[in-house]
């Protein structure tokens, strides 16, 4: 059964390597147009944004009041963020409002 799972690792850190260096290594040396550099910056604000939202959404919790506890928790740490322009005290901010609004 062992080297069954050494097999396995193995066969998924090549497919993993391969997935991930052969188009690197295809397109590192070709010009891309302009246009496609600058819808490329925003690749991973789409993807942030999607897990965000995704992670929102998934949460059935609900306050006293009928709003959901991450929805409200969101709100909260999204003003903390632009406030202070510092991730640990977002970070801290949205961990006390979702247990606040929580036990809410």
């Not at 801290?92 to 809410?104: D, K, T």
């Amino acid at each position: 059964m062992m080297e069954h799972i050494g097999l396995g690792i193995a066969v998924a850190t090549a497919v993993t390597a391969l997935i991930k260096i052969v188009p690197i290594m295809a397109l590192a040396h070709r010009p891309f147009p302009r246009l496609f550099r600058y819808w490329l910056n925003f690749v991973p604000a789409a993807v942030l944004s999607a897990i965000i939202v995704a992670e929102i959404l998934e949460k059935p919790e609900t306050t006293s009041f009928g709003i959901s506890v991450a929805l409200l928790s969101t709100i909260v740490s999204l003003i903390a963020g632009m406030v202070t322009r510092s991730l640990f005290v977002t970070v801290v901010v949205s961990i006390f409002a979702y247990l606040l609004f929580q036990n809410v």
